[in-house]
Each structure stands twice: as C-alpha cells, then as structure tokens.
C-alpha cells in the first residue's frame, strides 16, 4: 500500500465516499466525547439523534429502539 501511495494511486484503493449533508447521525452517550461528535457533525449538516440515560429535555433525545431505526450512523 505505501509503495501505490508513494506513486500517486491511492484513491484506486478506496472505497466509495458517503456524502455526510444530510445524513442522520445516531449518538449513543452523551458525555463530553458525545457533545463534541455532535458539534463535528452539525458542522456537516448532519441531523443528530442522541440516547442517553439523562436526557435532559433536549429536542434531538431518542430512546435507543429509535435512534437505530433513523440513523445512517451510529457512535457510541
């Protein structure tokens, strides 16, 4: 691989790039990690669900069945 790199031809090697605009992004946990792939992804354009145990009144909280049934990804 490091020799196709050397030489220019490593985008033959990779696989198909998922445009994240619009995605959904399911976040399991909410702790500080959680927040921050959070803000990552609303810089995308993503729509974010989150599961937490304390979900505190937020708009984007979910139970668990949910979020894995509208994400497109999902981090833990």
Do not use: C
């Not at 974010?48 to 069945?65: C, H, Q, R, S, W």
């Amino acid at each position: 691989m490091s020799e196709e790199i050397k030489k220019g031809k490593w985008w033959h090697n990779l696989q198909p790039v998922m445009e994240l605009n619009g995605k959904t992004i399911g976040i399991i946990g909410y702790g500080n990690i959680g927040k921050r792939v959070r803000k990552i992804a609303e810089a995308f354009e993503m729509n974010v669900i989150v599961n937490t145990g304390n979900p505190a009144g937020k708009e984007y909280f979910t139970d668990l069945e949910d979020l894995l049934k509208k994400s497109d990804i999902v981090t833990l």
